[in-house]
């Protein structure tokens, strides 16, 4: 296999997780019960997309770890035919910030309001270290005259892990359905 | 004093250009009914159209489809490893044949009477052929072939009847560039698309997503991109043709992880190559990324661009990875320093449904004559590609006989 194609055929962690979906109802993690790390798993998230929904974006990185950490925009035709390339592709948390100081300071484009909508939270493994979360989302955009449009489908897998004391996110990956951008994605999803 | 004469704005494109050649009628952009003048004269016309790159079908069975204009594309590589580009249309009633993007087959199977075509467009069977009409010939049914041509692997057609031979289309000076930006041999690996729907008419979306002045771009600035020197050699039948050097960022405390923009491979000096083919084709390599942009025009108000990225087939992992690092960050409709063109084309499609003409003001030396003589943050490069535009679609000047 020459290097270029064992570069595009390596896939994520969450890929990997996602392809055993288990019955997993009933376990313990950190002390926690099944439920109670779901109730903390949707917590994260709703906070997570209430920070972008309500343009607290300089906050945003903290939702990662600090010290390796990897959010990744990619569509779901990219990865069904095991290419790499992404909307948007962040390997540390001084990207993460760099994407924010350059939507703030450096890029134009119309404002508009994103609203995330998330369901489906599915815990789908769980070791010492992290566990791996899928969930569908739905990113309602709202333009300045008024309209909204449903801007992006797709879903999350994340993998999540407890550093010190608070879930963060060491990896999202965030699949597209929508794989054709309306005009420009300029916010995390 | 104000350029425009009330009573005179109908939102038709006028049948006479203004004398000045810096000048384009604003109404052209949102016109319907010229935009199918334009699919006569221009996309089925005597011009070719890059389609797609041999490496998004890598592999025998491969294939892409596509449009040009309205007519549907299927593009698959052969058994002899011939790339080929048919009209995804069954030879029998018309069906589109192929639905899906892009895929691999054996064969091609219309699932309306079951005509099975082989992948270099034979009509392989037809089930019941013996009622079929006196003169049916199974070997006159294989799917139409475009009439295709290829350089470096890039994929061109034509449906016109007098278009040149691809050579004398693209001249003498596009080929000088164009083999840089496709790693020179042309020995590209697909790392995948970014797609993207732009409410903006194609002439708006060429005009502005090939080079335009940097004052648009602050990262660029930020970055110190722009300290570089360039050229933009002119070239003929409305292609454009951009170098420029690229200062590498160095400590410039603007990102926190600048790895992301380094050279890798890329020479600095020429650390920015655009070729821009007419009508409507934009292909960069901006440091490490290797960028082409398969555009097509949908209406007189959507464009639709595929931007595909590449890496070069000998490329080691670690620049594999580089290159789609970069290349997920950096251009395209969700990158960091040149977001704003999408934006842009949207904003100059609304403002182009007001009267009077869009001017270029900054390098144009003469009114009557198109200058020659470039420098590299000049607007006017756009112009030759409006003249032959003008000329292909039969538009007079003012006092032009």
């Known amino acids: ?189 | 004093m104000s350029k425009y004469q009330a009573g005179t704005y109908t939102g038709e494109a006028p049948k006479v250009w203004p004398a000045k050649v810096n000048q384009i009628p604003k109404e052209i952009f949102g016109d319907a009914a010229l935009f199918e003048e334009e699919l006569k004269k221009i996309f089925y016309g005597d011009t070719w159209h890059v389609v797609g790159h041999t490496a998004e079908v890598p592999n025998i069975g491969d294939f892409k489809t596509f449009d040009l204009g309205r007519v549907p594309l299927l593009i698959a590589r052969g058994k002899d490893n011939q790339v080929r580009v048919f009209f995804n249309s069954c030879t029998h009633r018309g069906n589109q044949l192929e639905t899906s993007v892009s895929g691999n087959r054996k064969e091609f199977e219309c699932p309306y009477h079951r005509w099975l075509f082989s992948l270099d467009g034979a009509l392989a069977a037809c089930p019941g052929s013996k009622e079929f009409a006196p003169d049916f010939k199974q070997e006159n049914f294989g799917l139409v072939e475009l009439k295709t041509d290829q350089y470096l692997g890039l994929i061109l057609v034509t449906m016109g009847k007098n278009t040149p031979p691809l050579k004398e289309w693209l001249g003498d000076i596009v080929p000088l560039t164009l083999s840089a930006l496709l790693g020179g041999d042309g020995r590209l690996k697909l790392l995948g698309y970014q797609k993207v729907r732009y409410v903006s008419n194609w002439k708006g979306y060429n005009d502005n997503d090939g080079y335009h002045g940097g004052l648009l771009h602050t990262a660029f600035r930020m970055l110190n991109f722009q300290g570089g020197s360039g050229s933009q050699p002119m070239s003929v039948n409305g292609h454009w043709v951009i170098e420029a050097e690229l200062k590498p960022a160095q400590n410039s405390g603007f990102l926190n992880d600048p790895s992301l923009i380094d050279f890798k491979v890329a020479d600095p000096k020429r650390g920015s190559l655009v070729v821009q083919l007419y009508p409507m084709t934009v292909m960069v390599k901006h440091m490490d990324v290797i960028n082409l942009r398969f555009a097509i025009a949908r209406s007189h108000d959507v464009t639709e661009v595929h931007y595909a990225y590449f890496a070069h087939e000998d490329d080691s992992e670690e620049l594999v990875q580089h290159r789609i690092r970069q290349s997920s960050n950096l251009l395209g409709p969700c990158g960091m320093v040149s977001m704003e063109d999408a934006a842009v084309f949207q904003r100059i499609h609304i403002g182009n449904h007001t009267p009077g003409v869009a001017e270029f003001q900054k390098g144009v030396v003469s009114l009557s004559e198109l200058s020659l003589d470039m420098k590299q943050s000049d607007e006017t490069g756009n112009l030759p590609r409006w003249e032959h535009y003008r000329k292909v679609m039969g538009f007079k000047r003012e006092g032009e006989q």
């Not at chain 1, 990619?74 to 924010?100: H, K, Q, W, Y």
């Not at chain 1, 100081?101 to 609203?115: D, M």
């Not at chain 1, 989302?137 to 608070?166: H, P, W």
Request: net charge negative; proline share 3%.
């Open chain 1, 1 to 189: 296999m020459s290097p270029v194609s064992e570069a595009l055929s390596s896939t994520s962690t969450t890929d990997k997780a996602a392809k055993a979906l288990l019955p997993l109802d009933d376990f313990t993690w950190n002390s926690w019960s099944a439920m109670e790390t779901q109730w903390r798993v949707e917590r994260l998230l709703s906070r997570y997309v209430a920070c972008i929904d309500e343009d607290d974006l300089e906050n945003w990185p903290e939702f990662f770890t600090l010290d390796t950490c990897r959010y990744e925009i990619i569509t779901r035709e990219n990865v069904e035919r095991g290419m790499p390339l992404a909307l948007m592709f962040c390997t540390s948390r001084g990207m993460l910030v760099d994407r924010i100081v350059s939507l703030r300071e450096a890029n134009i484009y119309p404002q508009r309001w994103y609203r995330h909508i998330i369901s489906n939270v599915l815990i789908q493994s769980v070791d010492a270290e992290c566990l791996q979360v899928q969930s569908n989302y739905v990113v309602l955009q709202t333009r300045r005259n008024g309209q909204t449009d449903i801007f992006s489908a797709g879903k999350y897998l994340d993998r999540i892990v407890l550093s010190k004391g608070e879930l963060k996110f060491s990896e999202k990956r965030v699949v597209v359905d929508t794989h054709r951008v309306d005009t420009l994605l300029v916010a995390p999803i």
